[in-house]
């Protein structure tokens, strides 16, 4: 069954969702810059190269909605604007141009400054003591693209939700003396989300024989668990960022949750919706929390049967020299490419039960297939799954 996903997704991408579904996607295009400003300086002419190519890659798979992950923010939405028109409106190395009526944009808490030492290192001001590691506001953020109307009236986001306020939260101690790693005056303004938690509604007309319904899409990026010390803070906060979205679905575990505009509670229990975004947790490899990531795919609400794959993926494993660069998942369904260290799969694309999976892939073609070269613009690859509600 793994060899039929992996052949499937090799070559199913580069085309139109399955017939009456659609297709939902998530990737992390590595279209930050460490400047403020900076990325719509490089995206005004319309030949910024590495914007080309992450363009050809979403023509290529064609989603219907994306979530786009380390897109930065601007307040303006100018870069969204530019990407819109300048990239994905203009075909790429020979593929159909592909517009998105919809899109959305909000603030993150990727450099925003805290006025504290957060890092512990002496010192305030760092990238590391802003209240999501950042060189300046927005940078990391998030952008969602979608054919289809956005219910923009019942957006939520949870920016603002702090991380004391989950019940049972895993807050960093220093393993000697197990003292708190923050202080009272810390965490009276760290915010749980490194960037943001948005649950955003799309209406999604009739397709073929099914009746238009509403699919929450459920968007995050979750810290890396690595680049701190022996605390693990990173880590516990990435087992809390996911967490977060396991008890947003949860009608029995939400009851605390407090969106940005003051609404308390979760996700209705007959919601469908599709959790997307780098989820920066891989469930067998790396250095999250061991469990973090089971929290979604053991939940039961979603429907974790079916795991995205490619063939790209296992041929670039393949190709590793360094022993300890080869984990022990299968590197089919490996998400990300980092070089001489462990690819993972920690991009994804989680549907709900109550939507039916029609096909889906990790969009990683082989050596010279097309788009093969498009996809080092970024050491992220898309995850695409095609979905439609249960009959």
């Known amino acids: 069954m793994v060899l ?11 085309s139109h969702a399955a017939e009456g579904t659609i297709r939902v996607a998530t990737y992390n295009t590595s279209l930050f810059r460490d400047s403020d400003g900076q990325l719509v300086r490089d995206l005004e002419d319309g030949t910024n190269e590495q914007a080309k190519r992450i363009a050809e890659v979403i023509q290529r798979v064609r989603p219907d909605i994306l979530l786009a992950n380390e897109f930065d923010y601007d307040a303006s939405g100018k870069a969204a604007e530019l990407f819109l028109t300048k990239y994905l409106a203009v075909g790429q190395n020979g593929c159909e141009p592909i517009e ?43 952008l969602v693209l979608s054919r289809f109307p956005i219910q923009r009236d019942h ?15 895993l807050l960093p101690t220093h393993p000697k003396s197990d003292q708190p790693f923050f202080n009272d005056e810390d965490l009276a303004i760290q915010r ?28 995050s990026h979750p810290t890396p668990p690595v680049f701190d010390g022996p605390e693990d803070r990173n880590g516990k906060r990435n087992h809390d960022e996911i967490r977060l979205v396991a008890d947003y679905i949860d009608p029995k575990k939400s009851e605390y949750l ?16 599709v959790i997307v975004g780098d989820l920066n947790a891989d469930p067998v490899d790396g250095d999250s929390v061991p469990g973090a990531m089971n929290q979604l795919l053991k939940h039961s609400r979603v429907d974790a049967s079916f795991t995205p794959a490619s063939a790209g993926g296992k041929l670039a494993t393949q190709r ?32 709900s039960k109550g939507l039916s ?17 498009a996809v080092n613009a970024t050491d992220h690859r898309s995850v695409w799954i095609d979905v439609r509600p249960d009959r």
């Open 155 to 169: 957006i939520r986001t949870f920016q603002n939700f702090l991380w004391r306020d989950m019940p049972g939260a």
């Open 100 to 142: 998105f009526a919809h899109h959305f944009i909000a603030p993150v808490n990727t450099g925003k400054p805290s006025g504290r030492d957060l890092d512990k290192n002496g010192r305030a001001g760092d990238p590391a003591d802003a209240i999501g590691y950042g060189r300046h506001e927005g940078q990391y953020g998030m």
């Open 320 to 351: 590793k020299t360094n022993p300890k660069a080869v984990g022990q998942g299968d590197p089919a369904y490996d998400t990300s490419n980092f070089g001489d260290f462990q690819n993972l799969r920690i991009d994804y694309a989680l549907p």
């Open 357 to 373: 999976i029609k096909d889906g892939g990790v969009f990683w073609p082989a050596p010279n297939e097309p788009g093969s070269e």
């Open 4 to 14: 039929l996903l992996v052949v499937v997704a090799g070559f199913a991408a580069d």
């Open 192 to 219: 749980l989300s490194s960037k943001s938690f948005w649950d955003l509604p799309i209406n999604v007309p009739a397709q073929d024989d099914s009746k238009p319904f509403v699919l929450h899409l459920l968007c």
């Open 258 to 273: 407090v969106d940005d505009a003051g609404q308390r509670s979760g996700l209705a229990g007959d919601a469908l919706f």
